[in-house]
């Protein structure tokens, strides 16, 4: 009603113009069509024109102000778009979808889509039976079919292409059953250097300062990998491989105190630090918070500074691949307790 009104108020307004200049009526008529419907076009560039009933109203309020033989360059409506409107008032006037329920088997429950995704996701190896079957036991009873079309949707290959483990996933399982070693030199006061022979544990992340000397050999570094698989006890048999560069220090006799136990030696490539970037890291940290902060003056000066920072590391410093604990922590966290502040 009220949009009828406003249409036939606007038909009177613009017959005012027609009666004083009725030559220059049609032209200024169909001027103003083309502006507005220059406006519309600037208002919906990204994508398909669409008239609001303000434009509408507009337009048919100006064409009584057009000769009938200008409309079909001046109008956007071409006589095939009333019946186009026709046809979708027709389908909308007998559309009873909302009123019915839709035929065929109910959709499936979210939480259901959730639990298939969440199984497949967790558990690479298992198929759309597996998948089935794991949902049954939990009271859900759904179809392998429909199992197949949950994973299909989501872009999830089945069980035999589906994507495995990461990297990083990988590497972890398998750290445990690595160590690194590596040399570490010491500048002391008076320029002269020292080395230290330094073994990592890749699953704990465990330091091991094995010895400090000032003239490594071949002998002395097998006497200490003897004294680590002494310290180590148990978990040197735990052990797989051990990392280590292309040093001439390190011998067929320290490759065997190691093969004693079953473990393989394995060397990294000349001059490729990365492919033994964990302990090269654990040393790292060492120099920036120990070595660097000290002076060093002799070798029993620097056994006093290693030894009792690779206690702190393997006792109190966090560490990011362990969810921000040390070494030999057990996994949980000490709780946290209000300050006192009386």
Not at 262 to 275: C, L, N, W
Not at 281 to 305: F, K, N, P, Y
């Given at each position: 009603m009220i949009v009828s009104l406003v249409y036939q108020v606007t038909r009177k307004l613009l017959s005012i113009p027609a009666v004083l200049l009725p030559r220059r009526m049609a032209r200024d008529a169909e001027l103003l069509v083309l502006r507005h419907e220059n406006a519309v076009l600037h208002r919906q560039l990204a994508g398909r024109v669409r008239y609001e009933w303000a434009d509408r109203l507009w337009f048919a309020a100006l064409s009584s102000r057009i000769p009938r033989c200008r409309w079909a360059q001046v109008f956007p409506v071409t006589p095939g778009t009333l019946p186009g409107w026709h046809r979708r008032l027709v389908a909308r006037r007998w559309d009873y979808s909302e009123c019915r329920s839709r035929p065929g088997r109910p959709a499936t429950a979210e939480a259901v889509k959730k639990a298939v995704l969440r199984l497949a996701r967790e558990n690479p190896r298992w198929?759309?039976?597996?998948?089935?079957?794991?949902?049954?036991?939990?009271?859900?009873?759904?179809?392998?079919?429909?199992?197949?079309?949950?994973?299909?949707?989501?872009?999830?290959?089945?069980?035999?292409?589906?994507?495995?483990?990461?990297?990083?996933?990988?590497l972890t399982s398998q750290a445990e059953a690595f160590i690194a070693c590596d040399f570490l030199h010491l500048d002391l006061v008076d320029l002269r250097r020292v080395y230290a022979l330094v073994f990592l544990e890749h699953g704990t992340r465990r330091l091991h300062i094995a010895g400090v000397t000032a003239h490594p050999t071949a002998r002395w570094t097998v006497q200490q990998a003897?004294?680590?698989?002494?310290?180590?006890?148990?978990?040197?048999?735990?052990?797989?491989?051990?990392?280590?560069?292309?040093?001439?220090?390190?011998?067929?006799?320290?490759?065997?105190?190691?093969?004693?136990?079953?473990?393989?030696?394995?060397?990294?490539?000349?001059?490729?630090?990365?492919?033994?970037?964990?302990?090269?890291?654990?040393?790292?940290?060492?120099?920036?918070?120990?070595?660097?902060?000290?002076?060093?003056?002799?070798?029993?000066?620097?056994?006093?500074?290693?030894?009792?920072?690779?206690?702190?590391?393997?006792?109190?410093?966090?560490?990011?691949?362990?969810?921000?604990?040390?070494?030999?922590?057990?996994?949980?966290?000490?709780?946290?307790?209000?300050?006192?502040?009386r």
């Open positions: 198929g759309c039976r597996r998948i089935q079957g794991e949902l049954a036991r939990l009271g859900h009873r759904i179809g392998a079919s429909t199992v197949r079309k949950i994973l299909t949707a989501a872009g999830v290959d089945p069980a035999p292409r589906r994507s495995g483990p990461t990297w990083r996933k990988f003897g004294d680590l698989a002494v310290e180590m006890g148990e978990r040197f048999e735990s052990l797989r491989s051990v990392i280590r560069d292309r040093d001439g220090k390190y011998t067929e006799s320290f490759d065997a105190v190691f093969a004693a136990e079953d473990i393989e030696t394995m060397k990294t490539a000349p001059r490729s630090p990365r492919m033994n970037a964990h302990c090269e890291r654990a040393i790292g940290t060492l120099r920036c918070e120990a070595l660097d902060q000290v002076l060093i003056w002799h070798e029993t000066h620097a056994r006093h500074v290693l030894e009792p920072y690779a206690r702190h590391y393997n006792r109190h410093r966090p560490h990011q691949a362990r969810g921000q604990l040390p070494p030999l922590a057990d996994g949980q966290t000490a709780p946290l307790t209000a300050p006192n502040y």
